[in-house]
Each structure stands twice: as structure tokens, then as C-alpha cells.
């Protein structure tokens, strides 16, 4: 028997080689009419030939042919699907390529949704289903990288409106951009809205800058980068004294400083400025609550059981968290440019006494460098004060700051790190 163009149709088989009875030839001819019609029917451009009618049945004879999609050289094909079936429309490259071609309402376009969240360097991650158009669209983004690694489109922050504007207006999609929280929209815009102070370095004393190590010269350009606002959380011995000294020489212009440390640590601060910044003695002066013990090294002191009222007019001046309660009128009215606040941890717990007087005065001051190698011991909650202290108008809700870094985890998995003695587990994420 011939096939299709002769003896090449299928390749020399007969119809009895597919083992098909002529009821399944006509039941594969009766489906392949309803699949072209619903297919005709329900196409946004359907063809103006004439509505296909379902041939009546017919049964195949040993010579009927077979049309094969398999081959394609056969040229009569084209011609005896059209005589059969009706015209057959031709899909154009430009056709393919048009969204939803013939309807252009963005009702029906595709919607694919993209997850922003704060990346572990600082930036913006992105991450979505791929699509062409969005990788096209993400190129458009000033400085956005692929990192193919995680496989999530970056970009800084300074990008991000333009981010926001180049994806809502991608064609032929609907994107649904999942915003960024509130709490941390507000820390970008404080960070970008930071005075970069870099230029300043060179201020630090030739003495001081040669000892410094390569990582507390990065400490200390980081706090100029932040507008001399930040915490700096090196662990113990590795110099965070030395680094907050190297910044508060970068700022000269602002001084007087003011420091606040535990009580054990202020004539230990004392000597240490004097010792890097060669300061006379006279120009340190240092709060103690009493009168007594011995002063060899020559600083001014100033107790603060005195009555009446006493000035802190000192270069440098170091008091206790203990005393700010009693003087923080004083401390206000001064108005300090440049606080430090060694072991800022003493201000975790936001109900004392010395964190509510404390709070006010950093808040106040230019520019506030908190020291701690153990900011938070225990829980995220421990950091709200002190992330507050540094920039109040972006933690200024603690219900806000509990639920996005605080929240406990679902009681099945309470009950299972229970079991293995894990105390600290009500602020995992």
C-alpha cells in the first residue's frame, strides 16, 4: 500500500502494521476534527473560513491514506489538510511573540509576584519564577547584579525606586512586587540619607593611625561611611576603645565629647585618652559619685553627691550610666555633639531607670558611637534600645521590631526544642 507521497509516506508500513481496525481509524479521524474545531473556536484570531461540520462516518479502506506529522517532506500535506479540515491559519514569528495576542486587556496577562528582602551584604535581593521579560527589566536596574550562587538578582538600595518603577512597567506582565517590611524601608532611607565622613580619616593623628590594625581601620571608616552613628561590636580585647577614640579624633570640629562607661571603667577611659590623643590632664574630666580614692594621674574630677550644680567643661568627659539619671537635665542643656557608650549592653532593658534618662541625650547628640562586644546575650530584643539610641525615627515601635526579628516559633516546635533543653529558642525567626 502507498503512503503519503508515494513509497517514502511512512517509511514502507502498511496500515495493517499499526494493528488498527477501520472503527479506530474512523474514531482517530472523529477526534482529530473535534480537536481542530475547539481549537479554532476558542482562538482569539480565529480564521473567517467556514465553521468545520464533522464529516459523517466513513470507514477507511484498505487504500485510504494516512497523514503523518512525523515527516515533513511532503508538500501535499498543507493542501489536503485544507481541503479537509478548512483553512489552516499560519502563526508568524511576530505573531508568537505578541502576549496574549488579540487581547490586550491586562486582565488576562500573566502575573508573576517578586520577593524583596534585606540581603545578609546590605542589599537588596530579589528573587522570582524566571521570566525573560523580568531578566530584561532587572538589567535596566542601575548597578543589579545576578548571583548566581543564590540565585537572586541584587542591587543596592540607592536603586530601589527605580527598581520599583522599571518592574511595574515591564509589558505584557503583571508583576506584584512584595515590598520590603516598613521597619527596614526606613532603615534604607536612613542609611542612604547618612552623611558619608570618609573624607575625615585622615584626621586621625599620624601616632594614633600607624597603630591601629587593618580591621579597626575599616571599623573606623565604617562609622564615618554611617555618618558617625553606629555600634561597633567587636568582640573583648580586639580594640573597640581604640577605634571609638580614632573616630572622635576624626570629628575634632565637634568636639567636646562626652563618655559613658560602667563605673569601673571611667578613669580607665581617662588614661586611655590621654595616653593615644596626648591631651593634658587638666582637660579630661571625670564624674565620680563620691569623694576619696587617689588620683595620680592628675585628672580633673567632679563628684556628683555635691549640692549645687556642677559643669562638665572638660575636652573629653567621662561619667557612669549610673549618674545620667541625676544630671540628665544637665546633659541635655549642654547638648554634646559626640557621645561614646562603652559596654552599650547596660542599656538593654528598656524599663531602668538609666536607660530611660540615657535614651534622650544619644538621641540628641550628632554623632554616637556604641561599644559592646556582647550587645545582645540572649535575644533580639536586647539590641531595640540600643538600634533606638542610634536612630529613633526608625525603631520607634517595639511591638514593630518584636514582630518582624522576635516572634516565637509554633508550639509543636516550642514543644520539640523544649525537649532538648533549648532555653533561648522564643526568638528564632
Not at 31 to 48: F, L, N, P, Q
Not at 165 to 182: F, I, R, S, T, Y
Not at 286 to 307: I, W
Amino acid at each position: 500500500m502507498a503512503g503519503l507521497g508515494g513509497a517514502g509516506g511512512w517509511g514502507g508500513l502498511d496500515d495493517d502494521d499499526w494493528g488498527l481496525s477501520e472503527e479506530q481509524y474512523a474514531k482517530l479521524e472523529q477526534d482529530a476534527y473535534r480537536a481542530i474545531a475547539e481549537r479554532k473556536a476558542s482562538s482569539s484570531a480565529a480564521s473567517t473560513a467556514p465553521a468545520i461540520s464533522p464529516l459523517p462516518h466513513r470507514a477507511l479502506s484498505p487504500a485510504a491514506t494516512v497523514s503523518s506529522p512525523l515527516r515533513n517532506e511532503h508538500p501535499a500535506s498543507r493542501v489536503s489538510l485544507e481541503s479537509r479540515f478548512g483553512k489552516v491559519e499560519s502563526l508568524s514569528p511576530s505573531r508568537l511573540s505578541q502576549p496574549n495576542a488579540g487581547n490586550h486587556s491586562q486582565g488576562s496577562w500573566p502575573k508573576i509576584s517578586i520577593h524583596l528582602f534585606l540581603h545578609s551584604s546590605g542589599v537588596i535581593a530579589a528573587k522570582f519564577p524566571y521570566n525573560q521579560k523580568l531578566v530584561d527589566a532587572f538589567h535596566k536596574i542601575p548597578k543589579a547584579s545576578w548571583n548566581g550562587k543564590e540565585r537572586v538578582w541584587m542591587f543596592p538600595p540607592t536603586s530601589l525606586s527605580i527598581a520599583e518603577e522599571v518592574l511595574h512597567a515591564v509589558p505584557g506582565l503583571v508583576v506584584e512586587v512584595q515590598k520590603l517590611d516598613p521597619l527596614v524601608q526606613r532603615a534604607f532611607a536612613a542609611a542612604v540619607a547618612a552623611k558619608d565622613l570618609r573624607g575625615l580619616y585622615d584626621k586621625i593623628p599620624t601616632d594614633v593611625e600607624s597603630k591601629l590594625m587593618p580591621f579597626q581601620r575599616d571599623g573606623v571608616r565604617f562609622a564615618l561611611q554611617h555618618g558617625g552613628r553606629v555600634l561597633i561590636a567587636d568582640e573583648m580585647g580586639l580594640g573597640k576603645t581604640l577605634q571609638a577614640i580614632a573616630v572622635a579624633s576624626c570629628l575634632h570640629d565637634a568636639w567636646p565629647v562626652l563618655v559613658i562607661s560602667p563605673s569601673s571603667l571611667r578613669l580607665h577611659w581617662a588614661s586611655m585618652i590621654q595616653q593615644w590623643l596626648n591631651i593634658p590632664t587638666e582637660d579630661i574630666l571625670v564624674v565620680l559619685p563620691q569623694t576619696g580614692g587617689s588620683n595620680k594621674a592628675g585628672f580633673r574630677l567632679v563628684y556628683s553627691n555635691t549640692k549645687g550644680d556642677f559643669h562638665l567643661d572638660g575636652v573629653f568627659n567621662v561619667i557612669s550610666y549610673d549618674v545620667v539619671p541625676k544630671i540628665q537635665s544637665t546633659l541635655l542643656d549642654l547638648d554634646f555633639k559626640i557621645i561614646i557608650a562603652d559596654e552599650s549592653h547596660f542599656l538593654k532593658n528598656g524599663q531602668a531607670k538609666r536607660t530611660i534618662a540615657s535614651l534622650p541625650v544619644l538621641q540628641k547628640a550628632q554623632f554616637v558611637v556604641l561599644l559592646s562586644g556582647t550587645p545582645a546575650l540572649s535575644r533580639p530584643i536586647e539590641l531595640f534600645t540600643q538600634l533606638q539610641a542610634l536612630y529613633p525615627t526608625v525603631y520607634n515601635n517595639v511591638n514593630e521590631y518584636g514582630n518582624r526579628y522576635c516572634k516565637g516559633v509554633s508550639t509543636s516546635l516550642t514543644k520539640l526544642l523544649s525537649s532538648f533543653s533549648v532555653t533561648n529558642y522564643d526568638y528564632l525567626l
